[in-house]
């Protein structure tokens, strides 16, 4: 069975320092991976995905994640933030096994970034 | 530009009103999703199709409908028997209808409130 755990509901940085958004994942088969981003009243928008090529995949907006299988981890980092990175996060994860549209979402992790 | 629409932005309705959110996709999209989003739950599956004149139930199904009469069109009803309908609600959409590894599409939601 597919799940997904995102250990931080909330994170705080200041403008220019790195960001962290840890998400750790369970799956019986080679998984996908997404991460989300959700402005408020927006939709998501798709940063990054990793589909079992390279394990440190890059996004948009200067973000990256790196697969670790030993770790089951996906976590979402950037070196520097901006303020306009200031959303909401969400760690998808997918497999072959999985029911329900083969998507289950983490929980979200609220980022906001200080002047 | 492709992408998926949902209408209206907003909407307000009284308690016992069945009303209908609006989903059109022009990506050529087999699957389609609904999702309900409240604060600090992720998101929910509603319902979702792989293909037209097919849906399944998701996580959260009771309290609503949904058909698929086109390929680009997946209107949810939200009925009277939805006992705690006031949410945002997400559409989305994804090509293929076995690929775990395609990410999802979304569009930019509509909050409904209830009263």
């Known amino acids: 069975a597919q799940s997904v755990t995102q250990l931080d509901s909330h994170v705080s940085v200041s403008e220019g320092t790195p960001v962290l958004l840890r998400c750790n994942y369970s799956?019986?088969?080679?998984?996908?991976l997404f991460w989300y981003v959700q402005h408020p009243n927006k939709g998501l928008q798709l940063l990054l995905k990793?589909?079992?090529?390279?394990?440190l995949v890059k996004g948009i907006n200067g973000f990256e994640a790196e697969f670790k299988k030993s770790e089951t981890s996906f976590h979402l980092t950037k070196p520097s933030a901006h303020m306009s990175d200031a959303a909401e996060y969400f760690c998808v994860v997918s497999d072959r096994g999985g029911s329900q549209g083969n998507l289950i979402f983490g929980k979200g992790t609220k980022l906001s970034v200080k002047p | 530009d492709g992408g998926i629409t949902q209408s209206p932005k907003y909407l307000f309705r009284k308690e016992g009103q069945n009303v209908t959110l609006s989903c059109e996709q022009n990506?050529?999209?087999?699957?389609m999703y609904w999702y309900r989003q409240d604060p600090g739950q992720g998101l929910r599956l509603i319902y979702y199709s792989q293909i037209v004149n097919d849906f399944q139930k998701g996580d959260i199904a009771e309290g609503y409908s949904v058909s698929r009469e086109k390929k680009e069109s997946f209107p949810l009803t939200v009925t009277s028997a939805q006992k705690n309908p006031t949410a945002f609600y997400l559409c989305a959409s994804k090509e293929g209808t076995g690929t775990y590894n395609s990410p999802l599409h979304f569009g930019n939601g509509t909050r409904l409130t209830v009263t």
């Open positions: 799956s019986s088969y080679s998984p996908s």
């Open positions: 990793y589909t079992s090529a390279a394990t």
């Open positions: 990506l050529n999209h087999d699957a």
